[in-house]
């Protein structure tokens, strides 16, 4: 899914549940979302996905192969064709004679850290400069669009691949690489819904009352985003995560020796005839994270949306 | 010659390869058939067109086809054949003098050049052939070969680099200024002198620049765009067609004569080179399909290889490289300068898995695993030179921590420049995880290829700001044989060390310098060969590099091409020697 993609996903929400009596609106969100059966499963994928990288150095110590440990010997044939699955090597080994599946448990604690740390970046800036530029309007408002409106034209694949060649490659860059190119649309989204609640009777109210302009957006207007930015954050994590594996399958990514999902299909290229599991593995729980994460926004989407409900 | 990426011959990048017979000459005895046009198809144009400049595997292969030296080597499928010196033009191998320095060429009757009317190709030919090398608008690569054997070489090249650098320029500084050693006795006798005894000048002039000169080049600018619609040929084949970066276009020269060329054979009609094809797959599907001949400059494929085995058109050819090795900055200030400690360059020589290498490249069969700075197939390579061996090749960590330990070196880290192209990553993570086990921490710096030794490993002032401390680079001899000149000159002669060095580490041992000046002018091969030893040995001993491996060639041909004989330095066919069933 693109960023713009998510975006407007995101904008479809309304600004607030309905209140019911005796339940808050999240209270009722929460109900909504664990009778979604999709929703429930991605979480549960998540949640295993979240263990699994979590345990890796248990995994590690069990099979006794280190992440970037290479064992030619044992992993490779003696022509250098990686060896198959088996017992000693739980899925394969790669081109280098390192165990595939200690490779992928490591490469899914890179692939969740950026997608979310980039994501939560992208956040927190997308919804401060969206906010301001929403609230305050005129020339500020002019400025901060024309930046969003730039940095969304960005064709950016090239300017992350520039970057990466120039700046070196390193996890931290990668990060803050996806979250600039993430947070315009996160940006876009609360600038929108910002504008829309400035002309709102309890806005008037906090401002009737004397509230300055920052404590009427920080106090009034962000719980009113919550919502809404909850589920593009949702949306914009498997984005992440598959920039992330675009820019190491090029090569541009972290170190070669860290483990990624990207940087492991790279290698598969040139031996996914010989040992497939080299390019279906990795490829596999690509998919299912990102699968995953898209379905639980769209079900925190929908659960957040009552009104949205006969679309499933 | 520097190994390059995107250079036909370098990027061999192969992994496959099982027990199968080494390349087996494919004559069958049947005979040649006539005619036909050779298809090869490929990515690349040559680097140059002229054989002044020309510096690339695929020049050679054409220039084999169009030009002729006065020595060469025969295609041949016998390694050791394929690397000895035969007559060419010249009559027989040169008259040597008493004392070494003197060598008298007589050209044979009947080479012509394919002018109208064709005309016997004579000595003073030679002479403006090596005249052009000196140049000051595309002066040869190869320039130092002649400078650093030919008497007056040197003085006539810093000559002519201050002339204009125009046709008419230089025209006229080439009549009005001689190479001291070179002379044309009479149109079938050339004379050269040298300054001292060399007994690899041969192989120099065997070479394609010493290829000779007809008058009309001199209204071109060397390898000028007007040049290279202007060929002229001595060979069995000239060029009637060439477009830069598309195709390249040969018929057989009328001029040529079976009985006055030994080594050469025109049995195609046309020979057709189609460039633009930037994928080595589908070189190959078209070879195996039959819709094409040979392989300009793509290797063939990883994934082929494969499926190669006993494929009686798939060869492997020995190689005689050193690709890749590992070299140490011994002027890197990192680390307290522990690399210019020897004992520390030691122990890492017994830390790297070099079967592990070997693998990245195909394994075994492809490969071999190399214990000393010279290859095999080069001269003064030497089974018993292996210092540092480790059980098996594949090393021992425990040895380096054990020796980096006695040497009171600790928590060493190295900054580790590696190309992003081809299996460069793979070799730069396999050494990196060798150091590891022996306790040394690697930080990988990713390059482009230019990069790489622009910024980095040839660069003097990087080399001493520790920009670097090893790398992983490649070389690959101009020729084979008696070629110590073309290998340990270049990656450990010392005593001129300067910018764009390949003594990438600038390692300088007065006691190795003295040896490679001895070996240079020992007046035999195999006294040369003596000395080529005592130098690898002595070299070894400092340990400057870690040797890696030596790659062999995989190489394949449509089923339609018989008589496939190799040809070492241009690592592909000899086009001349093969016909068309």
Redesign the interface.
């Known amino acids: 899914m693109s960023l713009t993609e998510a975006s407007a996903e995101a904008e479809h929400i309304p600004e607030q549940a309905e209140a019911v009596r005796g339940k808050g609106p999240w209270q009722l969100a929460w109900e909504r979302l664990t009778r979604d059966r999709a929703a429930m499963v991605s979480l549960g994928v998540i949640a295993v996905i979240v263990l699994l990288a979590l345990l890796a150095p248990v995994f590690a110590a069990i099979t006794g192969h280190g992440p970037?440990?290479?064992f030619?010997?044992t992993g490779?044939?003696?022509?250098?064709?990686p060896v198959g699955p088996g017992s000693g090597f739980w899925l394969g080994a790669d081109?280098?004679?390192r165990d595939l599946f200690v490779r992928i448990l490591y490469g899914a604690r890179i692939s969740l850290l950026v997608g979310l740390l980039s994501t939560l970046l992208a956040t927190l800036f997308g919804v401060v400069v969206g906010m301001v530029a929403g609230f305050y309007g005129g020339w500020v408002d002019g400025v901060l669009a024309r930046v969003l409106d730039v940095v969304l034209s960005f064709p950016y694949l090239l300017v992350a691949i520039v970057l990466v060649a120039v700046l070196?490659?390193s996890v931290p860059l990668m990060i803050l690489v996806i979250a600039f190119f993430s947070f315009a649309a996160m940006a876009r989204v609360v600038r929108g819904q910002t504008i829309t609640y400035k002309e709102r009777e309890f806005i008037e109210a906090a401002r009737s009352m004397g509230a300055s302009k920052p404590r009427t957006m920080f106090v009034d207007v962000v719980p009113n985003l919550i919502a809404p930015v909850t589920v593009l954050a949702t949306l914009l994590i498997p984005t992440s995560i598959v920039f992330e594996a675009t820019l190491s399958f090029l090569?541009?990514g972290v170190?070669?020796?860290t483990p990624s999902w990207g940087a492991i299909l790279s290698d598969s290229v040139?031996y996914y005839?010989?040992a497939p599991g080299l390019l279906i593995f990795p490829a596999v729980m690509l998919l299912l994270t990102t699968l995953a994460f898209n379905l639980l926004g769209d079900g925190i989407r929908d659960a957040l949306d009552p009104r949205g409900e006969g679309g499933r | 010659m520097k190994i390059r990426d995107g250079m036909a011959l370098a990027t061999v990048l192969i992994?496959?390869?099982?027990a199968c017979g080494p390349g087996v000459a494919p004559g069958d005895g049947t005979a040649p058939v006539q005619g036909g046009t050779l298809k090869v198809i490929g990515s690349g144009d040559v680097d140059h067109l002229d054989p002044a400049s020309s510096y690339t595997t695929v020049a050679y292969t054409l220039n084999r086809t169009w030009t002729r030296q006065l020595v060469t080597y025969p295609a041949s499928n016998d390694f050791n054949k394929a690397i000895t010196i035969v007559p060419d033009v010249a009559e027989a191998l040169p008259e040597i003098s008493a004392d070494g320095r003197t060598y008298t060429f007589k050209i044979r009757d009947g080479v012509r050049w394919n002018t109208t009317p064709a005309r016997q190709v004579t000595a003073a030919d030679f002479v403006r052939g090596l005249k052009r090398l000196a140049n000051p608008v595309q002066p040869s690569g190869g320039i130092s070969y002649y400078t650093g054997t030919i008497e007056g070489m040197q003085e006539f090249f810093t000559a002519f680099q201050k002339a204009p650098k125009t046709a008419a320029g230089i025209a006229q500084f080439m009549a009005r200024n001689q190479i001291k050693g070179v002379r044309a006795v009479d149109p079938k006798t050339l004379e050269i002198r040298l300054t001292t005894k060399a007994s690899d000048f041969l192989n120099i002039m065997a070479l394609p620049f010493a290829s000779p000169a007809p008058v009309e080049y001199e209204k071109y600018v060397p390898d000028g765009p007007e040049f290279r619609q202007n060929t002229i040929s001595l060979g069995p084949y000239q060029i009637t067609t060439y477009q830069a970066g598309r195709a390249i276009l040969l018929n057989r020269s009328p001029a040529w004569k079976q009985e006055a060329d030994p080594v050469r054979r025109q049995h195609v009609e046309r020979i057709q080179i189609m460039l633009g094809q930037e994928s080595a797959d589908v070189v190959q599907q078209q070879l195996e399909a039959g819709t094409a001949d040979l392989s300009w400059d793509q290797p063939v494929p990883?994934?082929a290889i494969?499926r190669m085995n006993g494929d009686p058109e798939f060869h492997v050819f020995e190689g005689s490289s050193l690709n890749p090795f590992l070299v140490f900055n011994l002027q890197s200030p990192n680390n307290n300068r522990a690399l210019a400690n020897a004992k520390v360059r030691q122990a890492i020589n017994f830390a790297i898995?070099k079967?592990?290498i070997?693998?990245?490249?195909?394994?075994?069969?492809l490969n071999t695993v190399l214990d000393g700075a010279i290859p095999p197939g080069s001269i003064g390579f030497d089974v018993d030179v292996k210092p540092y061996t480790t059980p098996g090749h594949?090393g021992d960590p425990a040895r380096c921590r054990a020796m980096l330990a006695e040497a009171g070196v600790s928590g060493l880290t190295f900054q580790f420049p590696y190309r992003?192209t081809g299996n460069h990553?793979?070799v730069?993570?396999?050494i990196?995880?060798d150091l590891?086990k022996c306790g040394i921490a690697t930080t990988?710096?990713?390059t482009s290829p230019d990069d790489f030794y622009g910024r980095y490993l040839s660069s003097v002032a990087k080399s001493r700001e520790g920009k670097w401390d090893i790398g992983g680079p490649s070389w690959l001899p101009d020729w084979y044989g008696n070629n110590g000149r073309s290998i340990v000159v270049p990656l450990f002669y010392g005593a001129n060390y300067a910018e764009g060095s390949t003594n990438y580490g600038a390692y300088n041992n007065p006691a190795v310098n003295a040896t490679i000046a001895k070996a240079l002018t020992a007046g035999s091969a195999s006294a040369a060969e003596t000395s080529w030893k005592q130098a690898n040995a002595m070299i070894m001993a400092d340990a400057p590099i870690v040797p890696l491996i030596s790659q062999n060639v995989p190489t394949f041909h449509s089923s339609r091409v018989q008589n496939a004989l190799y040809s070492p330095m241009s690592q592909q066919f000899d086009y001349t020697q093969l016909w068309l069933g």
């Open positions: 970037q440990e290479a030619p010997a490779l044939t003696p022509e250098g064709l081109s280098l004679g070196g490659a090569g541009l170190d070669p020796r040139d005839r010989v | 992994f496959v390869g099982t990883t994934s494969q898995n079967v592990a070997a693998q990245i490249y195909g394994g075994p069969r594949v992003t990553p793979k730069a993570q396999a990196a995880a590891t990988l710096i990713a």
